[in-house]
């Protein structure tokens, strides 16, 4: 049914939460010493963020099936699709796929939280896999 392991959309749903976290960038060249800024700048979000880069490199590194799931899952939790649309949503999601699905994923708001909810409309959860394992 699935064609992604949901560890692997569990892993992303931790990147993309991660980034999600982020605030607009309100000092443009913070000093030297986060101590000093009482560590603001890891939540900003500037344009070399590791934290951005990790959740893009995680797309990318699925084969090209892996990335028509993860699509179609955003959907799903959308709300574009349900259960018992799942094989359209693929078929739509395999029609639309490009070499851009990673930036498309990581440019949705709120992405972490419409994957958790495409795998929950699946009958899965990422409460039961250990995400230090991941």
């Known amino acids: 049914m699935i064609e992604i392991s949901p560890e692997k959309v569990c ?4 990147k993309a939460r991660e980034f999600d976290a982020k605030v607009d960038v309100e000092e443009p060249d913070p000093g030297s010493n986060p101590s000093d800024e009482n560590m603001r700048a890891v939540l900003q979000d500037y344009a070399d963020d590791a934290t ?11 084969n090209e099936e892996e990335q028509i799931n993860l699509v179609a899952l955003l959907w799903l939790g959308r709300g574009d699709y349900t259960k018992a649309d799942w094989s359209e949503a693929l078929k739509q999601a395999r029609e639309a796929h490009n070499k851009h699905s990673a930036a498309y994923l990581t ?7 419409l994957l958790e909810e495409g795998l929950a409309e699946l ?3 990422c409460a039961d896999f250990e995400m230090g394992h991941l």
């Open 11 to 14: 892993f992303i749903i931790v």
């Open 107 to 113: 440019g949705t708001p709120m992405l972490g939280d």
């Open 123 to 125: 009958g899965f959860s």
């Open 52 to 62: 951005y880069q990790e959740l893009k490199e995680a797309i990318e590194d699925l």
